[in-house]
């Protein structure tokens, strides 16, 4: 069995780089299905083709921000004794993602706060990376993860 790491395990400086994938047209469709998300950015080649800030089709940012949370979670709170998502900030899109483009993340535990002793606060500096090792998608991301004395819940 897999020893799960609590707060105390984890260290402020602490990185993750994950493995990428390539994100589909069908991402975007899936998407939609989901939301309802459906400006002509997203959806419309020939509007995206005519437009001054892309050359096809993007995806949407919130689409984004969950590859991103999917990506945390391989890296950090599959490992982790009991987590939960507390929250994103001061999320940024520096850079647009089209179908057939590569993403990966870069991640680094930038603070701590113990909350109570069940609970402890992870914050973490989440950057989405293109194959051209650009950053498409930046964030601080907050997890709560169990405290040692928290491991029976």
Same mark, same amino acid.
């Given at each position: 069995?897999? *020893? #799960? #790491?609590? $707060? +105390?395990?984890?260290?402020? =400086?602490?990185?993750?780089? *994950?493995?990428? #994938?390539?994100?589909?047209?069908?991402?975007?469709?899936?998407?939609?299905?989901?939301?309802?998300?459906?400006?002509?950015?997203?959806?419309?080649?020939? $509007?995206?083709?005519?437009?001054?800030?892309?050359?096809?089709?993007?995806?949407?940012?919130?689409?984004?921000? =969950?590859?991103?949370?999917?990506?945390?979670?391989?890296?950090?709170?599959?490992?982790?004794?009991?987590?939960?998502? $507390? =929250?994103?900030?001061?999320?940024? $899109?520096?850079?647009?993602?089209?179908?057939?483009?590569?993403?990966?993340?870069?991640? +680094?535990?930038?603070?701590?706060? #113990?909350? &109570?002793?069940?609970?402890?606060?992870?914050?973490?500096? %989440?950057?989405?990376?293109?194959?051209?090792?650009?950053?498409?998608?930046?964030?601080?991301?907050?997890?709560? %993860?169990?405290?040692?004395? &928290?491991?029976?819940?």
């Amino acid at each position: 069995m897999t *020893t #799960r #790491r609590n $707060y +105390e395990s984890f260290e402020v =400086g602490e990185q993750f780089v *994950t493995d990428g #994938r390539t994100v589909t047209d069908s991402d975007i469709r899936m998407f939609v299905g989901a939301t309802g998300s459906t400006d002509p950015i997203h959806v419309d080649r020939e $509007y995206a083709a005519d437009h001054p800030l892309v050359d096809d089709v993007v995806l949407q940012g919130t689409l984004l921000l =969950g590859i991103a949370d999917g990506f945390l979670v391989d890296a950090i709170a599959e490992d982790a004794a009991l987590a939960m998502n $507390y =929250g994103h900030d001061n999320v940024r $899109y520096p850079g647009a993602v089209s179908p057939g483009d590569s993403v990966h993340a870069a991640i +680094e535990i930038i603070q701590k706060d #113990r909350r &109570n002793d069940d609970w402890g606060l992870i914050t973490m500096r %989440v950057e989405l990376i293109d194959q051209n090792d650009d950053v498409v998608l930046a964030e601080t991301h907050k997890l709560l %993860v169990a405290c040692r004395e &928290n491991e029976a819940l």
